[in-house]
């Protein structure tokens, strides 16, 4: 008798197995990527492209002139130093935070991070009448604050504390993940080495969380530099003084100066743009980072 062989199956051609997992046509998929394209150009797209339309129709000179006048100079500076202070700040909070959450266990834990997630929840515009029932003239420090001649509401203080408030989420929420991800075993074995805590978090945890850290700080920076409902409630709108950009687009196109106002408009969609391409990057840098490194051979010894 002769032993009859059978041959193994042949696998699947991949596209069968593609359709067989998606279990949908072909056509759903370019469906689906054609009504996302078509909101994309619409809502994003064309609004961004009208915006420097508007900001350059009466010529660069026009332009120009309205970003060099001194009260938007004034809300240029004040914008960016109210991210100057803020970021920091954040930036400090979420690396505190999350290594605090991701690393240790302890009591309110839970409390602590839902704390966390509070602006995410909160108007701006509640943010802002907090910060005016703790230091407004008829708040509960503001007696003592006038007595001391110290400005908080309708001053730069206010300005800062507010915008604190809203973006101090954005570094800890994408650290804590991460971290948590990563586990505890490199800084473990950087200590049982010699390492002290300070250089652990040096040469082991800051080289880990890197991307994930500046990605963190540029969403913070976007927010910070556009943040309107907060500030605008603590700001005053003393112009020259206490408006940042986005304050200051409202007033000009409320005084019909729409060449003006388009044009500073313009400036925060371009640092909107930058943040976006950066943003890109390091999402690209991350993914290649962890592409290339399971690839890596182990060194023989």
């Known amino acids: 008798m002769s032993a009859t062989t059978t041959r193994p199956a042949s696998p699947a051609p991949a596209v069968a197995l593609k359709r067989t ?26 609004p961004l492209v009208a915006v420097f339309f508007e900001a350059l129709k009466k010529g660069v000179d026009v332009y120009f002139a ?23 700040v954040n930036l400090v909070f979420g690396v505190a935070a999350s290594w605090a959450i991701a690393k ?22 509640v943010a802002g009448l907090i910060y005016v029932l703790l230091f407004g003239a008829q708040g509960w420090f503001g007696p003592w604050l006038q007595a001391n001649d110290v400005k ?3 001053a730069v203080p206010g300005i800062v504390l507010a915008t604190i408030f809203v973006t101090f ?4 929420r994408e650290l804590i993940p991460l971290m948590e991800t990563q586990g505890n075993e490199e800084e473990e074995a950087a ?20 991307w994930g ?30 408006n940042t950009m986005p304050l200051h687009v409202e007033i000009l196109y409320n005084e019909y100066q729409f060449a003006a106002a388009f044009a500073v408009a313009s400036l925060l969609a371009l640092l909107a743009l930058v943040t976006l391409g ?24």
């Open 191 to 210: 200590l049982v080495l010699g390492a002290t805590g300070w250089q652990t978090f040096w040469k082991v945890t800051l080289p880990n969380i890197k």
């Open 213 to 242: 850290l500046l990605y963190g700080v540029i969403l913070c920076n976007a927010r910070a530099m556009g943040e309107f409902g907060a500030v605008s409630v603590v700001s005053g709108h003393i112009r020259g003084q206490t």
């Open 169 to 172: 989420p954005f570094v800890a």
């Open 66 to 88: 309205a970003l060099a006048e001194p009260d938007a100079l004034a809300a240029i500076k004040l914008t960016l130093l109210v991210a100057g202070i803020a970021v920091p």
């Open 104 to 125: 240790f266990d302890f009591r309110g834990k839970s409390l602590l991070i839902t704390l966390i997630d509070l602006p995410f929840s909160v108007s701006p515009i």
């Open 278 to 301: 950066l943003k890109s990057f390091i999402e690209w840098k991350t993914r290649h980072e962890h592409a290339v490194l399971p690839l890596e051979a182990p060194r023989q010894t």
């Open 21 to 46: 997992a998606t279990g949908e046509h072909p056509a759903i998929k370019w469906l689906l990527i054609g009504v996302s394209v078509v909101f994309m150009v619409l809502f994003l797209i064309i």
């Open 152 to 154: 908080v509401i309708f």
